[in-house]
């Protein structure tokens, strides 16, 4: 089954919190037009749009990237006063903004706040003669917020994945697939390289489809705190938890609370530390993250593992390495519980999985492959996960114990642990 955009079909308009789709997610960093090509080379987004002083911003640059059904928007500050300057002093480049659409913003906003929710800004209507974007901004965890966006006109979210513009202020950057009107012509003064880059990567795409599930780390004892926000809130339901029995090794441990939206559009696992002889990889995360939450990683869907993951090392990706002797076992395990369930065993060969260093894991509904990211930036904080499912619609747990055993040998490398 394809699983090019997991957009769903409206069951309850008259729900305002009903999510159309992940809208787009905000990074804050410290110099977007450099991060954008990070992004680009070594991850396959096409650097699509901006606003920036060129298109009459003067406060900040956005960049928006995109891949499949994935939209990042890259911000940095233009001056110390932007609020966006102090987050990256404090926290370095990460994720500020998990942004849904949803079909009226200002109602969504409104049930979220009468639900219990911290405001982030109040509704802000951005219009001009193609249509309105709409958005106001609630606060979860430390520093993440979440903003509703609804869209209209050309903004319509189905006219952006074409190739539409984001919204007003933004212009395209390769010349796309809009029609031709102010503001969306490829501008005098792009550089080629980035025409360059866009070009390679639609010939050489790496296959990431959407937003698979996106972990938040909080702090120790804080977990059912948010949990329960996340319920109140935004209506999400549990979908699966894990406790330190599950996420253990000998050294280390973590809890994590998987919470999901009524139609599961995303999945939202939230973490915390949890006791062990050494430091725990969300405490390591809290700790370089001035002991504020924040999100842990994203995790990529996509329907082919190892073309992902080829072309993302043959691109510079760093990715986690296990021990081979993880190899030994894993097929015993995978393979004999698919088939307890009477389905079929790992179709991917298996030669190339190891190859590749690949993780596998089964449950009773199939088997699902993922494989992790070196943190992203210096700081030992946001990290990806590549992730195909074939039916499983968990999270590696047969995986949590080699996989935490090799976060150890890295944290240890930075003196960590
Ligand atoms: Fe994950």
């Known amino acids: 089954m394809s699983t090019l955009s997991p957009t769903l079909k409206p069951s309850k308009v008259s729900d305002p919190l009903q999510l159309i789709d992940v809208d787009h997610v905000q990074f804050y960093v410290g110099n977007a037009k450099q991060a954008a090509f990070f992004y680009a080379h070594c991850f396959g987004f096409q650097i699509e749009q901006v606003c920036d002083l060129t298109t009459g911003n003067r406060d900040a640059a956005h960049y928006l990237l995109t891949q499949g059904n994935i939209r990042f928007i890259l911000t940095s500050p233009l001056s110390p006063e932007h609020h966006a300057a102090m987050e990256i002093a404090m926290y370095g480049d990460g994720v500020k903004d998990v942004a849904f659409t949803v079909f009226d913003a200002e109602a969504a906003y409104e049930r979220a706040v009468k639900n219990g929710a911290m405001s982030a800004y109040e509704p802000r209507v951005y219009k001009d003669d193609r249509g309105t974007v709409t958005m106001a901004g609630i606060r979860s965890y430390g520093r993440v917020c979440h903003t509703f966006v609804s869209r209209t006109g050309e903004y319509d979210l189905t006219k952006v994945k074409q190739g539409g513009l984001f919204m007003p202020r933004f ?234 055993e090799a976060l150890e040998m890295e944290q240890g490398k930075r003196g960590n642990l």
């Open 171 to 404: 212009k395209r950057l390769d010349g796309g697939s809009c029609e031709p009107a102010a503001g969306c012509a490829p501008q005098s003064g792009v550089g080629s390289s980035i025409l360059e880059i866009n070009e390679y990567n639609k010939k050489n795409p790496c296959g990431l489809k959407y937003v698979d599930h996106l972990v938040g780390n909080v702090e120790l004892g804080k977990m059912n705190y948010w949990v329960k926000w996340y319920e109140d809130v935004l209506e999400f339901k549990m979908f699966k938890h894990f406790d330190d029995a599950d996420i253990s090794t000998e050294f280390s441990a973590l809890m994590s609370k998987v919470m999901a939206s009524g139609n599961h559009l995303i999945k939202m696992p939230i973490n915390e530390p949890a006791h062990g002889k050494k430091k725990s990889q969300v405490q390591e995360y809290l700790d370089w993250h001035c002991n504020t939450p924040g999100v842990q990683h994203l995790a990529l869907r996509t329907d082919d593992e190892l073309h992902s993951i080829s072309t993302l090392r043959s691109r510079g990706v760093d990715f986690l390495m296990l021990p081979e002797a993880y190899y030994e076992k894993v097929w015993d395990r995978v393979n004999g519980m698919l088939k307890q369930h009477g389905h079929e065993a790992v179709k991917e060969d298996h030669r190339k999985i190891r190859d590749l260093g690949i993780l596998v894991d089964a449950d009773d509904e199939g088997y699902l492959l993922q494989l992790f990211t070196k943190p992203l930036q210096d700081r030992p904080t946001l990290f990806f996960e590549i992730i195909c499912r074939r039916g499983s619609q968990s999270f590696g747990k047969g995986n949590f114990k080699a996989l935490f």
